[in-house]
Structures are given as C-alpha cells and as structure tokens.
C-alpha cells in the first residue's frame, strides 16, 4: 500500500484535480484574435430583386352592420370620382307615453359630431332627411355599404350650414312640423303603446347630403337622436319637455358608392377583376367606404428555395411611397395602414400577423412635409414564410386604410416602376444556416 | 487490498469520469489554433516527461510510468505499482497584428496505472488527452452578399479527443525491449456558432464525434550502461466522425438535430527516435526526434495543408544524491527545450512551436520512490510577423507519481 503520507498528498491532488478544472478567457466580451482563421458557416443574403405584383381591386361589397359611425356628404376628387355616403337609420323608442295636457312644440334631428370628417368643410353643405318606406331588416344578417331601401320623394327636413365638426358638438336638423306634430298626436293618443307599434309607423330615415356640391364626408356618432319637443301647461309658465327617439344602431347603416365613370375603376366589374398599377399610371388605389384596395403578389417566392441549403428568411419590409402631391391637408393620410391577407378571388383570409396574433400594420417610417413624401413600411415576414409553403402560393396581401367600414379615407400608391427612391421596394434578408 | 487501496481506486474512478466529462465543459487549451483538425496535440505525458523536453523515447522505466515508449513498460521492477495523476495549468498571450489577449485554462492532464506482470513484463492503462480544442473567437465580421452590410459572429469550440491507451511491454533480455500499445481514441469536438444578423440571433451547434483505433509499437535497447536507444512507430489510422447539428433562432425557425457522417480525420505515420543516456547516479540525458507524415494523410483544413511535422526533445535531470538524508539533495531537477515545425502550413508558413522547461521531482514519503512532479513550460507558437497569431504560454504541469511496492512483506509496520 501507499504510505500513509502519500496518501494524503494523493487526496489532495484529487481534490485539487475535481475543482480546479477550469478555463477563463479574460474579458469574454473582447476576444478577436484568430477572426481572420475562422469564418462563419452561415451566409446572408439580402435579395431586393423579388417580383413585386401591384394592382388595385375593388370589393363587390363591404359589411357595414354596427358601426358607430354615421358618414353623409359627399366629395369629388380628380382619381376617384365623386364618392357620396348616406345613412339610413332606424329609430327606436324609449317611452310612449306623453302627458294629456301635453301640447306639441317642434321636432328635431340631433346628430352628434364624432369629429371624423373628410375633405374641405367650409363650402356650405345640403342634408335632407327622407322617410324610410320599407321595414329596414338586414340582407343575410349583415348591412352592406350597397344596400338601399325604398324612400319618400319628398324630404322632411332639408339643413342648409356650414359644418364645425371640431367646434360644434352637434348638428340639429329642424324637422316638418306636420310631420312632428303627427307623431306626437299617435303618441298622445296611444295610436303607439311600444316598439312594434312604432316600427309600424315608422320604418326609418334616410340622411342624405347634395351630392351637387364637392364638399366634405361628415362623421356623426350613432348615438344621435331625433327628438320631440312638447309643453305642459302649468298656472306659472308652461313646462318645457321632450321625447327622444334614439338610432338603433342594429339596424343604422351607411350607404357608401362612387361615381365611377371615367375613373380608373370603371371597367372594376367585380372583386376578381384587377387593375395592374402599370394600367394605371404607376399607381395604385386605396379607398375606405367603397371597397378600393392594393392588392401585393409576391409571385417568385419559391425561387428563394433555389438557393441550395436550408435557409430561412429572416427580415422582410415592403417599402412604399404615397404619390407626391396627392394629398393635401383636405384629403389627408394616416400613419398607418392595416394590412389583410387575401386569397385569389379577394376573399378575406384574415388580418397579417406576426405571430398568429398582433396583426402587422403598414407604418408611416418617414414623412418629409417639403417634399410631401410620405413612406410606409410592412414588416412581410411572416407573408413570405406563409406563401412559402404550397398550399398557400395564391395568398395575396390587401393593404387597407383604418376604419375601413366606417371612413372614406383614400391613398394613392407608387407602385415598383417609378423612380428609385418613391418606388414601391421588397427587401428580403435570408440566411442560409445549413447548407 | 486495502481500505487505502480503494480510495486510490475511487479516486482514480472519479477522475477519469472527469476526465471523460472534459470535453463537455472544461478546455483543456486556448489556443486559436487548436480550431484545426481535431485541434492541438496534447504534449502534456505522464511522470517526468514533462520538464525533459518531452524527451524519453529510449528512457527506461525510472520510478515513473513512461507513456513515450511502449518498451519502457517492460522494465517496470517486479512488485512496483504506478500510479500516475496529473494536472496542469497553462496561461497563454495571444498577439496577432498589435492585438493582445491573455487566455486560462486548468485541467485534468492524465491518470495511469502500471505494473509489471512477470519479472520481464509489464503491463499499462493511461488515460490521455489526445488533442486539445478550446478557442473562442468573437466579433467575426462577414459580408451579407447583395448589401454592404455585415453581419458579426462568435465562434467558439471546445473539447476534444481521449486516448485510453493499453500498453504492454516486455524485455526479451536484459538489454532489449519491446513494447505494443494499443488506444483507442474518442471524443467530442463542439463548435458552437452565434450569428447576430439585424435582430435576429442563429445558433448553430456542431457536436463532432470522433473515434478509432491506433496502435504503436516500439523498442529500447540498452547499448551499454550508460546509452541506450529507443525507437516508437505510430501506424496511420482514420478516426471515423459524425456529426449531429442542431440550429435554433430567436426567430423561431430551427433545425431538428440532423446527424451526418463526416469526413473521416487521418492520422498519419509516426516514427521517433530517441536516446538516453546515463552518466551516474547523478545525471542522464534524453534526445528524442519524431517525425509525423501528415503529407501522406493529404488533408487539408479551411486555410492550411497539412505538411509533415518534426519534433525535437532535449532533456536532462540532474539528482545530487538519491539517498542522502537532506530532502533537497533527493530531489531531481530537471530541464529541457522541444520544438516542432507544427503540422500545418498556412501560406507556406508554418506554425512553429518552441519550448523549454523546468522541472522539479519532489519526493514524497520515505521509503518509495513516490514523486511530485512540478513542471514549467514557457513556449512560443507562431510568429506575428508572418501573419499568424503568435501565441506565448507558460504552463504548470503537477504530476504525482506514486510507487507502491507490492507483495513485500515489511518486518515493521
């Protein structure tokens, strides 16, 4: 055996040998020796030559149902044509009773500003209110910006003013007294006791603007009113009182359409028809309300898999540029654009996302006033990984602006033809990890 | 056996497990360099070797396990039980164009066992270190083609191979010798790659499995008390490999682990020769020259061939008196200088390696001939002004060289 001292020397070398492995490369952050002898395993493209395919299309038809704005007025643009958007609203009653003493005063229709508002307020605008002659119900549970109902020639109330959608809370719309006086005598009479009894009476109005006039689209809350105002005799002075009958905002629409003739969009017979943005001069279209979308198709996408090994793509922005000059402090822009996936015939598929859940947006990166350029971005990445995999090779992107439904916002794009720095451009970084 | 016995046997068990698990977590160098091949040759031996030039081709068995020469083993004295533990520590300085960087590492370098199985046989185990990775190398700059950007990596890799080495030897008189050696080689090389490009981070992780068989055979000849001649030749021999990558992103896109086979890693043939020569008691001499055919394997790396390699060892140990009473007359001290030409040639150049040594045996306990190995090495690898990283080391080697006479019976205990 081992002498004892030994022995104990042995065990500690063992137990210097179990802890005292170990390695320190000082300052870990720093070490650069030896980058000239090695190299990375992993290549790195940024590929900027990718077909881009832009046209512009529009939807047969856009749901409308619950939104919470009304739109009326109408305005001309040189691109668009004349776009014009009425609302039919259906009204409801909260009460039906009035006092028998009661004695009739006027009626009004209260529309609320909910300052949204498009192009130039300051000419004088025309609404006029029509009775609603059919049952407003919907066409397949859902309102349409093309749906119509049938409506008395004759108007109720015409307002001639000059909107201060900012300034103003509401607009009041003094309505026909023949008309108010006669639905406040059915209320007095108990010809009305509840709802049904008063949709039978009372389909709905429709709220139109003069079209004749290039004026603005004026945004007005849903929760506007038309409103009965009666007085009741008293020995002193009499009581003034009111009965309102609020918008069922179920049943209150707008009906959004253009003038189309002699546009771009006239020959836009259905969804399915395309308008390529070199048909129409390097430009392409996006206006809410009425349905104009750009529509993006990356159609080579499978070319990337022709670089050998597997890679992935690791960054991908469509930059793009809003034509120079088409938008004024009237026909203003936003800083951001939503952004859908479509399939080949424009049916809505579902929002861009990044992960499945927080959708993409279409971002304002940079705005110069002098030269009024404005560029977007569109992180794209998780387009290319979808319409990478076969199954979805005819997947498209809709770029859309806000409030899709419920404005009359419009865009004009510049498409990849124009000149370098306003074109529209898709930069792809792909890495190639294993080859 | 004994109760001390099987501690030495637990400790023994632990360390090679630890040996073993080296490749996992510890390096066992620094050096840029070792990103080649199958990285650094492991100089580092057992027993006295080290502080001798790691010179000892033709150095019999003397009071520790020789793993230079299979042959030595048969000179192992009957009775004698050897057990070898070493560590070391090394330091290294990098300098490549007016970059400096200083690099540690510590670690395990080898544990043996050997004992004679006749009165001219002997038989051993060593647990080795073959060669050596440990590099890491940050902020790699590399072009993304179709832009002018770039995009910055860190590589680093770690590990290595293992050498369990069974050798036999066997003395056919009392001048001749022969021995065979058989290892086995394994182990696990890591490269680990981290790609920062824009915001996306790749990792990609290589684990390269090497292994194989390599056999050595080799003599001494004692021409006469004083000088004696050893020769060793490493056959040729491929290590099979096969890797499995994985590569993970924060961007989510990743490749399941994927296992290939690799190129087959060629070692070539080895023949050295060396001499040993004994003045008295007091004083001997080693010189040993080697020579590696890395030509013939016709492998190549990412920037270098691999050129035929020559190694030189010169060593001494000076003893004032083996028996004396004072400690420090007992101890043997020890020098010596190695350099080889390096077996890779980058641009014609070559990566030269120059060390010497110093050495310290330190006796431990009175009646065996149990040692302390304390080794110095300072080296240099490379030169700057051929565009190489040059490399500047000091390593410490601690080997505990433990003789155990067996089977004889004391007449006080």
């Known amino acids: 055996m081992f002498a004892k001292k030994s022995m104990k020397y042995f065990i500690l070398f063992c137990l210097l040998v179990s802890f005292g492995s170990c390695s320190n490369e000082e300052g870990e952050s720093n070490l650069h020796i030896g980058e000239d002898f090695v190299s990375s395993n992993t290549k790195v493209y940024v590929i900027d030559t990718l077909t881009v395919e832009i046209s512009s299309f529009q939807f047969d038809s856009l749901i409308v149902s619950n939104n919470n704005r009304l739109l009326i007025g109408s305005y001309n643009d040189p691109v668009f044509g004349k776009t014009q958007s009425k609302s039919y609203v259906q009204l409801q009653g909260l009460t039906y009773d009035i006092e028998d003493e009661a004695t ?43 749906t119509n109902f049938n409506y008395s020639s004759t108007p109720i109330a015409t307002k001639n ?114 308008l390529p943005s070199s048909e ?98 569109i992180d794209v990445k998780s387009f290319i990984e979808l319409k990478q995999n076969e199954t979805n090779q005819y997947y498209y992107l809709a770029i859309y602006p806000q409030d899709f439904t419920s404005s009359v916002d419009r865009y004009i794009l510049n498409d990849n033809q124009t000149a370098d720095d306003l074109r529209m451009k898709l930069k792809l970084t792909y890495v190639i990890y294993n080859e | 056996m004994n109760k001390l016995h099987i501690y030495c046997a637990i400790c023994f068990l632990l360390i090679i497990q630890k040996g073993l698990s080296q490749n996992n977590s510890n390096n066992l160098s620094s050096s840029p360099y070792s990103l080649y091949g199958l990285g650094l040759s492991n100089e580092i031996s057992t027993g006295k070797t080290n502080s001798l030039g790691k010179s000892g081709l033709a150095m019999p068995f003397n009071s520790s396990i020789n793993n230079l020469n299979p042959a030595s083993y048969g000179s192992i004295p009957l009775n004698s039980f050897l057990l070898d533990i070493g560590v070391k520590a090394e330091k290294e300085s990098l300098s490549e164009d007016g ?103 790749i990792n990609i992780n290589e684990d390269n499995f090497y292994n194989g068989f390599r056999l050595t055979t080799g003599f001494q000849y004692d021409l006469n008390n004083t000088l004696s001649l050893g020769g060793i030749v490493n056959l040729p021999t491929k290590l099979n490999g096969d890797q499995t990558k994985t590569v993970t ?68 140990e000076y003893t004032p008196r083996k028996n004396d009473l004072k400690y420090w007359k007992k101890i043997n001290y020890r020098a010596g200088i190695n350099f080889d030409s390096g077996n890779l040639s980058i641009d014609t150049n070559r990566i030269n390696n120059f060390a010497f040594n110093l050495g310290l045996g330190l006796p431990i306990g009175a009646r065996q001939n149990s040692r302390l190995n304390l080794g110095y090495s300072y080296g240099q690898k490379g030169l700057v002004s051929n565009g190489l990283i040059k490399e500047n080391y000091h390593t410490l080697t601690l080997n505990f060289s433990l003789e155990d006479l067996w089977f004889v019976k004391r007449k006080y205990n």
């Not at chain 1, 005063?105 to 006029?128: E, G, R």
């Not at chain 1, 209110?129 to 407003?136: C, K, P, Q, S």
């Not at chain 1, 922005?317 to 203003?332: G, H, Q």
């Not at chain 2, 087959?264 to 040993?276: D, R, S, V, W, Y």
């Open chain 1, 104 to 146: 009739y005063d006027s009626i009004a229709l209260i529309l609320k500003y909910d300052s949204y508002f498009y192009n130039d307020t300051i000419p004088l605008q025309q609404f006029k209110v029509f009775e609603v002659l059919d049952n407003i119900i919907p066409d397949e549970d859902s309102y349409y910006n093309t």
């Open chain 1, 161 to 274: 003013f000059t909107p201060h959608p900012k300034e103003n809370d509401s607009l009041d719309i003094k309505v026909d007294n023949t008309f108010g006086a006669s639905l406040f005598n059915k209320l007095k009479n108990n010809e009305i006791n509840n709802s049904d009894e008063f949709l039978d009476e009372y389909n709905g109005l429709l709220i139109e603007a003069n079209s004749d006039i290039n004026t603005s689209v004026l945004g007005f809350s849903i929760s506007s009113s038309l409103r009965v105002y009666y007085t009741i005799d008293d020995e002193v002075e009499p009581i003034e009182k009111i009965i309102d009958f609020p918008f069922n905002s179920a049943n209150s629409f707008n009906h959004i359409f253009s003038n189309k003739i002699g546009t771009y969009f006239e020959n836009l017979v259905n969804q399915e028809t395309f």
């Open chain 1, 280 to 377: 129409s001069d390097n430009n392409t279209f996006i206006q809410a309300g009425t349905g104009i979308v750009t529509r993006i198709d990356i159609p080579h996408i499978k070319s990337l898999s022709d670089i050998s090994g597997d890679g992935a793509v690791i960054d991908a922005k469509l930059n793009f540029t809003l034509k120079r000059v088409a938008n004024s402090d009237n026909l203003y822009t936003r800083d951001s654009l939503q952004v859908y996936i479509i399939d080949k015939k424009s049916n809505v598929i579902g929002n861009l996302t990044s992960d499945g859940v927080s959708p993409v947006m279409s971002i304002l990166k940079s705005a110069t006033s002098e030269f009024e350029e404005n560029t977007y971005e």
């Open chain 2, 99 to 201: 970059k400096q960087e200083t690099r540690f590492n510590a670690n395990f370098s080898n544990v043996a066992i050997a004992f004679p199985i006749s009165n001219n046989s002997g038989f051993g185990f060593t647990l080795i270190p073959f060669t050596n990775v440990g590099y890491v190398i940050q902020g790699i700059e590399t072009g993304i083609e179709g832009s002018t950007e770039t995009f910055l990596s860190n590589i680093s890799g770690s590990g290595g191979l293992n050498d369990i080495k069974l050798n036999y030897g066997y003395s056919i008189n009392e001048k001749l010798r022969f021995g065979l050696g058989a290892s086995f080689l394994f182990g696990k090389i890591k490269e680990e790659e981290t790609n920062f490009i824009d915001t996306e981070i």
């Open chain 2, 249 to 316: 992103s924060i961007g989510g896109f990743n490749l399941e682990e994927t296992e290939i086979d690799i190129d087959t890693f060629k070692l070539p043939l080895e023949i050295g020769l060396g001499i040993h020569s004994k003045f008295n008691d007091q004083l001997f001499f080693n010189i040993d020259y080697k020579k590696s055919f890395w030509g013939a394997t016709n492998q190549s790396d990412l920037i270098g061939d691999y050129v035929d390699q020559d190694f030189i060892g010169l060593g001494a």
